[in-house]
């Protein structure tokens, strides 16, 4: 069955090339083709794009999901790269600050860099984080949005969240990203952005952590122009060229060591 695709943009058919893929395990170009009912040349382009951001391998005639075996080896490099990040991250955070940690993988890795931190206040929408939080021994008071659970993100989100938000004001928000693209800001592929917005307007300081394969990953959905965003910590990967373009936005870029 065929999908009219033609009048969406290019990311939007890619997200989708790749479900197909995590549902299938691999996919023809020929294949591709008749589902989009587009040309093979942009295909192949699609594909290659996917690879080159990691999202699988190509093979003669199609594509195929990243091994298992180069997944993990991925997997223990990239943790090593966000723990660096949220140790960089965890610089800026002084005594008795208010700040939000967003849900996610990066953002989760600063929770356990705030031990030695003294009468922090922390607000989160993610379980995962507020479970980390309460481990800790300096006992930083918790805050948690509530709303409805996004399983997708795997976090609270909504219109409750946004209310709770509201009534606070904050020192910083660390937040982090699917994909940055250098002319708009950071994207994502969830569609649920109101949350990030609201975090934004009630912090005093955004700092985004994200990794440095994620930086010219143009996702569907803009979550943060770079109006909002202060400062971005990213590792030692990131080209000069990237740094220059993102400088140039008036985003202060620390390049985590």
Do not use: C
């Amino acid at each position: 069955m065929k999908r009219n695709f033609n009048q969406r943009n290019t990311q939007q058919r890619r997200h989708h090339i790749m479900q197909i893929v995590q549902e299938q395990g691999e996919v023809s170009v020929e294949q591709l083709v008749q589902i989009f009912d587009t040309s093979e040349v942009t295909i192949r382009k699609d594909l290659t794009a996917l690879e080159t951001n990691g999202f699988l391998l190509r093979r003669y005639g199609g594509a195929v999901l990243m091994p298992q075996e180069i997944i993990e080896d991925e997997q223990d490099e990239l943790s090593e790269r966000k723990l660096v990040i949220a140790k960089t991250a965890s610089e800026r955070i002084r005594d008795h600050n208010r700040i939000i940690v967003d849900s996610g993988s990066t953002t989760a890795a600063l929770i356990k860099q705030l031990n030695r931190k003294q009468g922090l206040v922390v607000m989160t929408n993610s379980l995962s984080v507020a479970t980390e939080l309460r481990s800790l021994e300096n006992e930083p008071t918790l805050l948690m949005t509530g709303g409805t659970w996004d399983t997708r993100s795997e976090s609270f989100q909504g219109k409750v969240a946004e209310q709770v938000l509201r009534s606070y004001d904050f020192d910083q928000l660390f937040i982090g990203a699917d994909g940055v693209d250098l002319e708009r800001g950071t994207t994502t592929f969830n569609e649920l952005v109101g949350l990030s917005q609201v975090m934004a307007e009630v912090s005093r300081e955004v700092i985004v952590m994200v990794e440095s394969q994620k930086i010219g990953r143009k996702m569907p959905n803009l979550e943060l122009n770079w109006q909002q965003i202060d400062v971005l910590i990213t590792d030692h990967l990131l080209s000069e060229q990237d740094k220059v373009m993102i400088e140039q936005q008036n985003v202060e870029v620390i390049i985590a060591k």
